[in-house]
């Protein structure tokens, strides 16, 4: 019997997230690549939050873009779901279609991102990457996690935009206990550095009396 003309050779989920994780992002460029996705959206104002609690500490990135429907944020969260070779918007400053994912995977283990979009229906797609484990399939899950429902809800008094959480940050936060003085220093410096970083990779969109953003 002849070999087939192809085999299908899909990637194994549990070790490509992985994988993905070791692309060279530090926090600073993370947050910048999801300030990207932000512009690219028309967003006006963009909103980024740390907040310490040890473990359970957290970042968000929201924006009052244009948001994002069920179908498109699916897309969204797919990687590689668009082509560097594929025609884009002008603002559109990503180029491989992993930027939300790889910054994010860069950072923690767990990536929702809730969004409202012209149909005015909230909705949310999240990355787990210990589920992953678990699975070892690429099951996007379509809730927050258990608990972490309030961390969307500023996009309740929104007509449309977009929240990213990062959850998990085992690379910023790690197991480090809230009371770690030392931890929660590290975790000040990092808020530092994206201040310093987004102030200049944005510039041009910052600067002026009518700045874009």
């Not at 609690?53 to 779901?81: C, F, H, N, V, W």
Request: one cysteine or more; a negative charge; aromatic letters at 8%.
């Amino acid at each position: 019997m002849e070999d087939p003309e192809f085999v299908l050779a899909e990637p194994r989920a549990s070790a490509m997230v992985e994988s993905l994780r070791a692309v060279g992002y530090s926090p600073p460029t993370a947050v910048a690549d999801l300030v990207d996705n932000s512009i690219a959206a028309g967003a006006r104002n963009v909103w980024i939050k740390f907040w310490w609690a040890g473990p359970e500490s957290y970042i968000t990135i929201r924006d009052d873009g244009t948001g994002m429907d069920p179908d498109q944020l699916t897309l969204a969260m797919k990687p590689g779901t668009i082509g560097p070779l594929e025609d884009r918007d002008p603002d559109d400053l990503g180029r491989f279609g992993l930027g939300l994912k790889t910054a994010s995977f860069s950072q923690c283990r767990r990536i929702t991102v809730a969004s409202r979009g012209s149909a005015g229906m909230k909705s949310y797609r999240r990355w787990d990457l210990d589920y992953v484990q678990e699975v070892d399939q690429w099951r996007l899950l379509t809730a927050p996690a258990a608990g972490s429902e309030y961390l969307f809800d500023e996009l309740d008094e929104s007509e449309h935009g977009t929240i990213v959480a990062w959850e998990c940050l085992d690379r910023i936060v790690g197991d480090s206990l809230k009371e770690n003085k030392k931890a929660l220093g590290h975790f000040t410096s990092i808020i530092r550095d994206v201040d310093d970083h987004l102030a200049m990779v944005f510039h041009r969109f910052l600067a002026g009396k009518n700045p874009k953003l």
